[in-house]
């Protein structure tokens, strides 16, 4: 077996969820050399490839996932280039591995702002550019807004750089979450000079928000739902026809925020599925709306 790889490994503690079976094959590349190999020995054994970053706004099936399992979590995560363009701004190139909240702390280092939103995402920049993270519709506060260009990997090995645009960022999606590509790589523009006392007290906001709003001590995906095109969050709907609280099985509708799910201890894949079902019926049945997910369902 080759070094890089792993048999059986559980991934439930490798997602926020704390759910889901095991990988059958399972490889963690620290770097874009191991990641290749892990690729192309995937190719030569004809496995499927999923790809995991930092497991939040996953579900991963209770059975687990056949085929390989790379997680980037590790990809180079504390590596960055900054070139400064001599007028005030930069362009910050990172790896995909390095977490959204380091990727704040990079830029707040460096000088600049306009990065606080991602103190309080449990994710990678990885999973950042595929699924365009940030908050809701309408609001500037978009991976899209940032980000300019992106390092890709196909699934035959094939590596190259392209702007942002070309993969058409809407909310909560690009055209990477349906493609045979991996994301190795992101380019920011960081064109917000700023203080570090307004980037702390920034920051301290966000955080002060996402505490006061989210149930952030417990184990959950972030949230389940997308808002509308409209721009009115999950939430309001799901709260309002009074769902906080329904449980499945170990899987419970937060009383805290109704758009997220929590995981009571023992929840399966299962059990979410048929609550996400649940709430999705409850709403478009009482209010006329079809919730489409946010969460992606791996596997």
């Not at 365009?132 to 699934?155: H, K, M, W, Y």
């Not at 000079?193 to 709003?213: D, P, W």
């Not at 997220?260 to 709403?283: F, K, M, Y």
Request: some cysteine; glycine content about 12%.
């Amino acid at each position: 077996m080759e070094s890089f790889l792993q048999r059986e490994v559980s991934l439930a503690p490798l997602t926020t969820w704390k759910i889901g079976g095991p990988a059958e094959w399972y490889c963690a590349p620290e770097t874009e050399a191991v990641l290749l190999c892990a690729l192309d020995w995937a190719r030569e054994n004809c496995h499927p490839v999923q790809v995991l970053g930092r497991g939040s706004n996953v579900l991963v099936p209770d059975e687990g996932i056949r085929g390989l399992v790379i997680c980037l979590r590790k990809l180079e995560k504390d590596w960055f280039e900054f070139k400064d363009d001599g007028e005030g701004r930069g362009l910050l190139t990172v790896s995909a591995g390095m977490s959204l909240p380091r990727l704040a702390k990079v830029a707040a280092q460096l000088g600049f702002g306009g990065y606080e939103f991602y103190i309080g995402i449990p994710g990678t920049v990885g999973g950042a550019v595929v699924m365009n993270a940030g908050f809701g519709p309408g609001d500037e506060r978009q991976t899209a807004n940032r980000c300019r260009e992106i390092r890709t990997v196909s699934l035959d090995g094939q590596s190259s750089w392209q702007a942002y645009s070309e993969v058409q960022p809407v909310y909560r999606h690009t055209r990477l979450v349906d493609g045979n590509v991996i994301a190795t790589g992101a380019k920011f523009a960081l064109t917000e000079r700023s203080t570090k006392e307004k980037i702390r007290a920034v920051t301290a906001g966000h955080l002060a928000m996402r505490r006061s709003r989210q149930p952030l001590t417990r184990p959950t995906c972030g949230s389940v739902f997308k808002g509308t095109d409209e721009g009115v969050p999950a939430a309001v709907f799901i709260d309002r026809c009074g769902l906080k609280g329904l449980k499945v099985g170990g899987a419970v509708v937060s009383f805290k925020h109704a758009n997220w799910i929590e995981n009571l201890g023992g929840a399966t894949a299962s059990d979410v599925r048929r609550l996400i079902s649940h709430i999705q019926a409850v709403v478009f049945n009482k209010e006329g709306v079809q919730l489409k997910t946010e969460v992606c369902f791996l596997g």
